[in-house]
């Protein structure tokens, strides 16, 4: 179970982010060049925000199956980078990061012209792509190293 979720989780992130590249890069090509904001764009807005929330209830599964959260004490936790990182700091910022998103991807839809729409996803996916870089274990981080393919087992 822990381990399913793990490369789920693991590789989840790379679904999260290639989304956000194409309805970022959809949504900055719209707003620049004064584009209407098809169906195409809307499922992009939506599939990405979905695709955030799975990734979201995977990593909360996480965090109630992982052997490195049992046992989680922030009083202790302070003394362990490691498990601060993924008992708090990881946490937080993603739970931030996929709420500034789906914030973004719902105000994007009651907007009511395509320049605003596209200028509103753009503006708040980047927000939200930002925090999720910022806060990914990447094999060359200093807070915690994880690899950037996981395989199952
Ligand atoms: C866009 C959102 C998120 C992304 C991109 C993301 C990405 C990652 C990555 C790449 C790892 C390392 C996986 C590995 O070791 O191969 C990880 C680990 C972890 N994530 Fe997330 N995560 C996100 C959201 C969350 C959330 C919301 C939670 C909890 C509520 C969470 C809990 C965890 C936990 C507990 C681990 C460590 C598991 C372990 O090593 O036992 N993640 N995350």
Redesign the pocket.
């Given at each position: 179970m822990?381990s399913t979720l793990?490369f789920l989780?693991?590789l989840?992130?790379w679904a999260?982010?290639c989304g956000l590249l194409y309805g970022m890069g959809r949504a900055y090509r719209g707003w620049r060049g004064h584009l209407p904001f098809t169906t195409h764009d809307n499922t992009t807005r939506h599939t990405v925000a979905t695709v955030?929330h799975v990734?979201?209830m995977l990593?909360?599964a996480?965090?109630i199956t992982?052997?490195?959260?049992r046992d989680f004490h922030l009083r202790d936790a302070v003394h362990e980078p490691g498990t601060l990182f993924?008992g708090l700091q990881?946490?937080a910022a993603?739970?931030v990061?996929?709420i500034v998103l789906t914030v973004g991807s719902a105000l994007a839809k009651r907007q009511s012209t395509s320049p605003t729409k596209f200028r509103t996803m753009a503006l708040w996916f980047t927000a939200a792509l930002l925090l999720?870089l910022l806060?990914?274990?990447w094999p060359f981080s200093p807070l915690a190293s994880?690899?950037y393919f996981?395989l199952p087992h």
């Open positions: 822990y793990l989780h693991s989840g992130r999260v982010l955030a990734q979201l990593g909360y996480l965090y992982s052997p490195l959260l993924f990881h946490v993603m739970t990061a996929i999720i806060a990914i274990p994880r690899p996981r």
